[in-house]
């Protein structure tokens, strides 16, 4: 058996074979997509409105739509809520059986919003349209006959559905009798793909609009689909919906993750749409939108003057095509609006596909980038507040052998003083990839392990996938197969292969399987656990090595009947949340969980992190690793990182080195590479390069405070600590399309160096002449509203500090953030050209909920008129032992003569050192409390 395990992870799965594209299916290959996509709207429209359907309630405005070719009546259901937020919800209205919906408050926090629903007020009514109102807000809605449904800030259009007539909402209808589609030819062995029957000639649909009878219209892969050696069976025949989404004013749409692409959506009019279909794709390819771990259906549109989003609850398989009035125009075009001066409106028009479901869109009105992200938080939740040690360094490796390699891992970074927090045991670890066990002569004593670790405050994690051994002796399968908690196919146990052979896979979308799950994480069920050992979910898309497209099949079952292709994308958000509640429960509910997934969906942020998945050791993959965290941080998913070096690949030590160096200033920060690659621990690389990943390390845990505080705020506020320029610079142009500087929070400002060799990187210095940035280096004042060419050496990690912002740090350096926590805080006052700053720090026990009871401090500084003042934000009893260590006040314009600190009634003059060539002030040893209100004042004469 291990054998002929062996021999199919090497055909199937061996990365020395790189991404096989043809594994993957385009939109011509998809059945669904390739219809919905030659759909091309009809000179008579198919969907008007009812006349006379309108009514409105206390929590909604409920109407009908009728598609007159097949005579189906369709319900649409407008909820308003107060917070900016409409929702459209569109269904059959006597479908022949049900159609899927996400269960309220798995996703969708639907008892968190019903405090906010507003009662819409009807502005103008007729029996071809209707206006409605959101009262407190500028927000307005129009629905008109053909179906059109247009939202309105104050008397401007920013979104419509269904402008273009693209809306193709498959009805279910009974399979005919006397017809069935033609088998398509079989595979050929080269791979190519199959081809089922044609969409239906042009006289379906001609150009005048003329349509046949709808009983004679049969089109391409409805009630069976083939894909090289996989059957379809398509039971319930064509579900599929399609809509077309406007964004009106707008140039730049962004989101829809995971792609390996620009941050800004690319036009898809010359290539296939951006696809949203969890698959295992290990070394996937860039610059295209082939679908890759995770999908979050959330797309944000963003201009000078808004942003405005949109989120599709749907999670089965979706395809987006995206295209821009002007960028899309013909070079003819172009240049006669130059010479016209044509100032038409721009516009990006989407077009969304998805498998099945129902239309269940979100439009959240902004119009801040700040405002739209607490409008999507209210509506999937947000990254719970993550214990500090998970916002430390990762080291991982595909595997670490045994105790004694763990062993010497943890050494090496206790000799050459690099901080560590969390050393990872890949699949190798388990007895024959049997998830929840040890390998019994590699792991003898897994107790005595993590105690070695954490005698140096550093943890560990273990890889609990959720593919099951098919083995009667394995305890874990034997409990799931005797309770009857696998999916079904064909009435059996769906049987796959992945990584221990032949497998079953747990039904997650059950909640008493999700229950059964969280409790195997007890320490007495899991065995060699303990509190500081943690999880990571791997290929949870679900990853069937020997399925469609290397996942399950669309038409496995699940509990209440419900198809695969229903539910796909939601499989590894609940295998996530399973285990994150599974994390909670083994400590009683009193320490926060950390756990690491692969695939994610909407709202997946609640349950932990996620990571980019299988990358490469190559240039563009470190480059790419932005942009797709961005998008990832837009959309809700804010603790994100990529694997620093690549997973796949032998990189240079020069990539390795800025891989480190790029990666400090993202949410996650893990290295992890491939069992084939050699080993490229930090220690292991030259001298020089050595000495500077551990400066890069060493950065990134003095920053610890100011991520801790961002990533507090970002519970409370959804606001991402990783976000693109234009969310603190919304009206700068330059920032739009930036792939290659981010800000970390409001105040650092963050220019990736990611091409070989590079000696300089140009940086766009946001803002206007009032704005000023501080290299972090030496503190040079550079204004802003300012581009520069800077040059770089290999040591350089071109970050800036903000004026009018004050960052907490911790300089001293320790093993881990567990020796941190009672450690001195150093302040850097960056004054803003008005000699103002301020800044929050948030600071509690960083491991357990008492957070949520009080147990915290939130403090403000506020710097003005040359005083420094420290008071709480929120009124709290905990207090830290930490003291203020040193205050550095950037851009300080004068040489004192003497600072002051007064705290508890209590005056006391303090040392300092001004530097006039930079306007360095450095306070030295405040030693104030940090949980106590002070005041540092500044004399100049």
């Not at 349509?211 to 039971?235: G, I, L, Q, V």
């Not at 690319?266 to 951006?274: A, G, I, K, Q």
């Not at 970390?744 to 210095?765: D, S, Y």
């Not at 006391?908 to 006039?916: A, G, H, I, P, T």
Request: with cysteine; proline share 6%; hydrophobic share 35%.
């Amino acid at each position: 058996m291990k054998v002929c395990t062996a021999l199919f992870v090497l055909l199937f799965v061996n990365p020395a074979l790189a991404v096989d594209r043809n594994n993957f299916k385009t939109c011509d290959e998809s059945g669904f997509c390739k219809r919905q996509r030659a759909y091309t709207a009809p000179a008579t429209p198919h969907y008007h409105l009812v006349a006379d359907s309108l009514v409105v309630s206390s929590d909604s405005a409920q109407f009908d739509v009728q598609n007159t070719k097949y005579d189906i009546l369709f319900v649409v259901k407008l909820t308003g809520y107060s917070n900016g937020i409409v929702r459209v919800h569109m269904n059959e209205k006597s479908p022949i059986k049900p159609r899927y919906e996400v269960p309220p408050g798995d996703v969708v926090l639907e008892h968190q919003l019903q405090s906010k629903i507003s009662k819409f007020s009807i502005v103008s009514q007729s029996s071809e349209a209707f206006t409605l109102s959101l009262p407190n807000t500028e927000t307005t809605v129009k629905v008109t006959s053909p179906f059109l449904v247009e939202v309105l800030s104050g008397d401007t259009t920013v979104l419509q559905l269904n402008s273009r007539g693209l809306m193709k909402f498959e009805h279910l209808r009974l399979k005919p009798e006397s017809k069935s589609e033609p088998e398509p030819p079989a595979d050929g062995e080269d791979g190519e793909k199959p081809d089922g029957e044609e969409p239906a000639p042009a006289d379906a649909e001609s150009e005048q609009g003329e349509e046949t009878k709808p009983e004679e219209e049969e089109e391409h892969a409805m009630w069976e689909e083939k894909y090289k050696s996989h059957n379809d069976a398509k039971p319930n025949g064509p579900t599929s919906i399609g809509v077309d989404i406007t964004f009106t004013g707008f140039e730049h749409v962004y989101g829809i993750p995971e792609h390996g692409d620009s941050f800004a959506l690319r036009s898809t009019v010359d290539r296939d749409p951006y696809r949203l279909y969890n698959l295992d794709v290990f070394e996937y390819e860039l610059d295209n939108g082939m679908a890759l771990y995770g999908s979050v259906p959330v797309m944000l549109a963003h201009n000078a003057a808004r942003t405005i989003g949109v989120f599709w609850n749907n999670p089965s398989e979706m395809w987006v095509d995206v295209r821009s009035s002007k960028a899309d125009r013909s070079t003819l075009g172009k240049l006669v609006d130059f010479v016209t001066q044509d100032n038409t409106v721009p516009q990006m028009d989407t077009r969304w596909v998805a498998e099945s479901g129902v239309i269940d869109l979100y439009v959240m009105m902004g119009p801040s980038p700040i405002d739209l992200f607490k409008q999507y938080s209210s509506l999937t939740g947000t990254t719970n507040l993550p214990p500090i040690f998970s916002l430390g360094y990762h080291q991982s490796r595909w595997n670490y052998n045994d105790e004694a390699d763990v062993k010497q891992i943890h050494d090496n970074y206790e000799l050459h003083d690099i901080p560590l927090d969390v050393v990872w045991l890949d699949i190798e670890h388990t007895d024959g990839k049997r998830y929840f066990t040890w390998d019994g002569g590699k792991f003898p004593t897994p107790h005595d392990m993590v105690a070695k670790l954490k005698s140096t405050g550093r943890k560990l994690v273990t890889i609990v996938d959720p593919h099951i051994k098919r083995d009667d002796n394995y305890h874990i399968y034997k409990e799931l197969k005797d309770k009857d908690l696998f999916v079904k196919r064909d009435g059996k146990e769906f049987d796959g292969w992945c990584w221990p052979g032949s497998s079953s896979y747990p039904d997650f979308t059950r909640a008493d399987m999700r229950s059964w799950w969280a409790s195997k994480f007890n320490y007495g069920d899991y065995k060699g656990t303990s509190e500081d050992v943690y999880t990571w979910n791997d290929m949870n898309e679900p990853s069937v090595f020997n399925g469609p497209e290397i996942t399950m099949h669309k038409d496995a079952v699940h509990a209440d009947g419900w198809e695969h292709r229903d539910v796909h994308n939601l499989y590894g958000f609940y295998v996530h949340q399973a285990t994150s509640e599974g994390l909670v429960q083994r400590s009683g509910g009193s320490l926060r969980p950390f756990v690491l997934s692969r695939a994610f969906y909407a709202g997946s942020q609640r349950h932990g992190a996620v990571w980019t998945g299988d990358n490469m050791g190559e240039w563009s993959h470190l480059k790419i690793s932005i942009p797709m965290i961005l998008s990832q941080s837009v959309t809700g998913i804010t603790f994100t990182g990529a694997d620093v070096g690549g997973f796949f690949r032998n990189p240079s030590a020069e990539l390795v080195t800025r891989w480190y160096q790029t990666a400090a200033f993202t949410p996650f920060y893990r290295a992890h590479s491939h069992l084939d690659t050699r080993r490229r621990e930090p220690w292991l690389l030259p001298e020089e390069n050595r000495n500077i990943i551990r400066d890069a390390i060493i950065t990134r845990y003095q920053l610890l405070p100011y991520w801790y505080t961002l990533f507090y705020v970002n519970e409370k506020e959804g606001i991402p600590p990783a976000r693109p320029m234009w969310v603190e610079f919304p009206k700068d142009p330059n920032g739009f399309a930036e792939d290659e500087q981010f800000m970390l929070g409001p105040a650092i400002l963050v220019r990736t160096v990611t091409e070989e060799g590079a000696t300089g990187v140009n940086v766009n210095f946001a803002g206007d002449g009032y704005d000023v940035w501080y290299s972090a280096d030496d503190f040079r004042r550079i204004p802003g509203g300012s581009k520069a060419y800077l040059p770089v050496t290999l040591a350089s990690v071109p970050h800036f500090y903000r004026g009018g912002y004050i960052v907490p740090r911790k300089d001293r350096v320790r093993r881990s953030t567990t020796q941190m926590t009672d450690d001195p805080y150093t302040l850097i006052v960056a004054l803003d050209s008005k000699g103002a700053a301020e800044g929050q720090l948030y600071i509690d026990d960083y491991k357990s909920f008492q957070y949520r009871q009080g147990h915290y401090l939130y403090r403000k500084f506020s710097f003005t008129n040359s005083v420094l003042t420290s008071s709480a934000i929120d009124s709290t009893t905990f207090r830290t032992k930490s003291i203020l260590e040193s205050v550095k006040i950037v851009g300080y314009s004068s040489k004192p003569t003497k600072v002051t600190l007064s705290s508890n009634g209590v005056n006391k003059e303090l040392s300092f050192r001004y530097e006039e060539g930079t306007q360095l002030l450095t306070v030295r040893k405040p030693a104030v409390n940090m949980s106590d209100d002070w005041t540092m004042t500044i004399s100049t004469q």
